[in-house]
């Protein structure tokens, strides 16, 4: 059993920039690869960045590829996701998650345990 738990939301203006963070429990964190994902208000959830157990690979949407940074620190039993040059429709609930799928983790079904999620809204 894997609890994450998100924070790092909030309001920023358009352009600017925000880190959201997912604190894992237990000591298996580095077995699962993690991925965060969003839901903006009538639309589905949507794959954002994921990274693999190591570290040593990430996966991006193309909507925020060269603006959104995922990373984690395994010792720290957390994930990160930087996210830069932000614009309205970056506006959501993000979700962080993780996945005991050893195929590249970038499909919804892949994940197993999910967090809360965190409020990011970007104002125009």
């Known amino acids: 059993q894997v609890q994450l738990v998100e924070s790092g939301g909030g309001l920023v203006e358009a352009g600017g920039s925000l880190r959201v963070s997912c604190a894992a429990s237990?000591?298996?964190?580095?077995?699962?690869?993690m991925g965060w994902f969003r839901q903006a208000p009538g639309k589905e959830r949507e794959f954002v960045a994921a990274?693999?157990?190591?570290?040593?690979?990430?996966y991006y949407a193309d909507s925020v590829k060269g603006r959104f940074t995922i990373s984690r620190d395994n010792a720290k039993n957390t994930v990160y996701l930087q996210l830069n040059s932000l614009k309205s429709e970056d506006t959501a609930v993000y979700y962080c998650?993780?996945?005991?799928?050893?195929?590249?983790?970038?499909?919804?079904?892949?994940?197993?345990?999910w967090g809360q999620g965190t409020q990011v809204t970007v104002s125009s």
């Open positions: 998650a993780a996945s005991s799928d050893s195929s590249p983790p970038v499909i919804i079904g892949q994940y197993n345990y």
């Open positions: 237990g000591r298996t964190f580095s077995r699962y690869a």
């Open positions: 990274i693999t157990r190591s570290g040593g690979r990430a």
